[in-house]
């Protein structure tokens, strides 16, 4: 079965500081990634995606993502942190039931709370 | 294009009822997934809904189950509720059941059991 870890809890940066989230999976084929973020009060909105081709993944609000098969890591990344990224972010990985794409649910990892200090 | 939407927000249940949430995904929007989240164990998979048929399901006691209408809206039930169904409850809808297919989640239904 398919897991996702996400080491840290909590991360605190400055505003303006490079972001690093980390997050590692279990799964037996190739995995479909995606990270979330959830603010308060809020459903989970879609980062990024990769599902396969070039492992750096860009994504919305200045985000990046690198698929790293040999580590099975799929970090998250941003150069310069703003107040309004301070949110839970959750790290998926989609398991396929079938070929072609279909049928599939997510597994998500605990989440990494972010604060961001002025 | 209105986003998903869940209803209600907020319930509060006492042990032993039974409640019933609704999601109305996304106008053109087929599949319907349904996600538990609790400080304990996080997102879990409930189950996925498709033309009105159930695609996949997660480890969940029986006592939770779904159903889709022919307009793609969903619901789903818990019966018999313990202590520990207290969660926000998501629903994600999507074009297809295709991993490819961006989910996007509604603001959740807040449950607290009593």
């Known amino acids: 079965a398919q897991s996702v870890t996400q080491p840290d809890i909590h991360i605190t940066v400055s505003e303006g500081a490079s972001l690093e989230l980390r997050c590692n999976y279990s799964?037996?084929?190739?995995?479909?990634l995606f990270w979330y973020v959830q603010s308060p009060g809020q459903g989970l909105q879609l980062l990024l995606k990769?599902?396969?081709?070039?492992?750096l993944v860009q994504g919305i609000k200045g985000f990046e993502a690198e698929f790293k098969r040999s580590q099975s890591s799929f970090n998250l990344r941003k150069p310069s942190v703003h107040w309004s990224d301070a949110a839970e972010y959750f790290c998926?990985?989609?398991?396929?039931?079938?070929?072609?794409?279909?049928?599939?649910?997510?597994?998500f990892g605990k989440g990494t709370l972010l604060t961001v200090n002025p | 294009k209105a986003g998903v939407t869940q209803t209600p927000r907020y319930l509060i249940k006492t042990r032993g009822q039974q409640v019933t949430l609704s999601c109305s995904p996304i106008?053109?929007?087929?599949?319907v997934s349904w996600y538990q989240q609790t400080p304990g164990q996080g997102l879990q998979f409930l189950f996925e809904?498709?033309?009105?048929?159930?695609?996949n399901k997660g480890n969940f006691p029986g006592r939770f189950s779904g159903r889709q209408f022919s307009n793609s809206r969903s619901e789903m039930n818990v019966s018999t509720l313990e202590l520990g169904d207290s969660a926000l409850y998501l629903c994600?809808?999507?074009?297809?059941?295709?991993?490819?297919?961006?989910?996007?989640f509604g603001p959740g239904t807040r449950l607290t059991v009593l």
């Open positions: 994600a809808s999507s074009l297809s059941t295709d991993i490819t297919d961006t989910q996007y």
């Open positions: 799964y037996g084929a190739t995995p479909y």
């Open positions: 990769y599902f396969s081709g070039d492992t």
């Open positions: 998926a990985v989609g398991a396929v039931r079938h070929s072609g794409g279909s049928n599939y649910k997510l597994t």
């Open positions: 106008s053109g929007h087929r599949s």
């Open positions: 809904y498709f033309s009105e048929t159930q695609r």
